[in-house]
């Protein structure tokens, strides 16, 4: 069964940092690219970061310069680090399987909110 267990949200002010971590399984650090997605209040989910198995990664032009993602194959984590955080950035952020398998499922975790104050 896949599982994504994100964690390391919270509340921060502007010009903090964050840094969120997503826990897979096994299966999914083989057959899956990993993601981190977001949803503000009010506005459609987007993709924040991508890291495809090739080890390349990719930002939205919001979050370039200021978040990063990695993975640790040993413990099966994908790390999302967070800095210069902006009001902007408030919302559930979501970790992500994607294109996993031959038949290409996408898998989600349950959401973790972070909170940007001014």
């Known amino acids: 069964q896949v599982q994504l267990v994100e964690s390391g949200g919270g509340s921060v002010q502007a010009g903090g940092s964050l840094k969120l971590s997503c826990q897979a399984n096994?299966?999914?650090?083989?057959?899956?690219?990993m993601a981190w997605y977001r949803q503000a209040p009010g506005k459609e989910r987007e993709l924040v970061s991508r890291l495809d198995r090739t080890g390349t990664t990719s930002y939205a032009d919001s979050v370039k310069g200021r978040f990063a993602i990695s993975q640790d194959n040993v413990k099966s984590i994908v790390s999302l680090q967070m800095n210069s955080l902006k009001t902007e950035d408030t919302a559930v952020y979501y970790c992500a399987a994607v294109n996993c398998g031959e038949y290409k499922h996408n898998y989600w975790g349950q959401g973790t909110q972070v909170t940007v104050s001014s």
């Open positions: 096994r299966y999914i650090f083989i057959s899956c690219e």
